[in-house]
């Protein structure tokens, strides 16, 4: 792990950057128990557990969100490093390995006393990155972890998270885009959240920063109950196309920042499959992953909070 910058505090306050990420199963083997972690101890019904598990035996046999978290954990802790502000860089897992409060632990035992926060999801709700803000503090209360936290809460707008989408985006154009972002409950916009306002603010820059005329958005991934969640649905949209004569259209997932289920499966298997049976040809630009430009995003969020301990 690189050392801390030694700037005029850091002498005083060894600092630590701190990526978040859902969490997902690397074996089939392993989704009863992450659907326990995913729904808070409640019982899964069987046929959830099936889907489930169909879905992670569809793309390979589990979930690459681990790795991919780990390759930007590590590209971020070089950029900082590259920049001379430079701390370590730990993840950590809200319903899987490792464990937020396995790794609150480990930078109590590492003698970490700041900690820059970071829910890897560009657009802020009080339902999804809020959820991490209240896990990764019960952790602190559980482990006696009396290090500063301190938060960062949206990055939608970022310029380089905006050119990294655009650098992905761009080799599949010209084409008509539908920009996709996670779908959740509408209840969750009740209380005046910025979700929906946010990630179709990330579409609409990144369709800017593209030049383009033909585009819109939609929800995607929408949950196994019987509520209400965020819409319109892709395959809402893709029935419009279909009646209209599109036959190429480009999805863009600007909600998520690698590759896991949501896009492998829900993208690339269902919508796509979903579109061919239409008439439709669906490609989507590659995944963030450890993309240079997306670390440049990360760095720049974490940095003003680094390296001026403010």
């Not at 005083?12 to 969490?23: C, D, N």
């Not at 701390?87 to 006393?113: C, L, Q, S, T």
């Not at 259209?249 to 919508?271: K, N, S």
Request: include cysteine.
């Amino acid at each position: 792990m690189a050392e801390p910058a030694r700037t005029a505090r850091s002498v005083l306050l060894k600092q630590a950057v701190l990526l978040l990420a859902h969490g997902a199963p690397e074996r089939v083997e392993d989704v009863p128990e992450y659907l326990q972690y995913v729904r808070g101890g409640r019982p899964t019904p069987p046929q959830i557990v099936e889907e489930v598990a169909h879905r992670y035996w569809e793309i390979g046999g589990g979930s690459p969100l681990l790795p991919r978290t780990r390759e930007q954990a590590a590209g971020l802790e070089r950029r900082l490093a590259e920049d001379g502000c430079g701390a370590p860089v730990y993840f950590a897992m809200r319903n899987w390995r490792p464990f937020i409060r396995d790794i609150v632990a480990r930078m109590k035992a590492d003698g970490i006393e700041r900690v820059i926060a970071v829910c890897l999801a560009p657009q802020y709700s009080k339902a999804s990155v809020g959820f991490y803000f209240r896990r990764t503090q019960e952790a602190k209360v559980e482990t006696g972890f009396e290090g500063e936290i301190v938060w960062t809460k949206t990055f939608h707008d970022s310029p380089p998270l905006i050119e990294a989408f655009y650098e992905r985006l761009e080799p599949l154009l010209p084409a008509k885009v539908l920009f996709t972002a996670h779908s959740l409950p509408e209840r969750a916009l009740e209380r005046a959240d910025p979700y929906d306002a946010e990630a179709k603010a990330t579409a609409a820059a990144v369709a800017a920063r593209a030049g383009l005329a033909d585009w819109e958005f939609a929800y995607q991934s929408q949950g196994f109950t019987e509520e209400k969640w965020l819409g319109p649905t892709v395959e809402s949209r893709l029935d419009e196309y279909a009646a209209a004569g599109v036959r190429n259209v480009v999805l863009a997932p600007i909600g998520f920042v690698c590759d896991h289920v949501e896009i492998l499966y829900d993208v690339d298997i269902g919508f796509r499959k979903y579109a061919r049976e239409r008439g439709i040809e669906l490609r989507r630009p590659a995944s963030l992953n450890d993309s240079p430009t997306f670390i440049r995003a990360l760095g720049e969020v974490v940095k003003p909070r680094l390296c001026s301990q403010s």
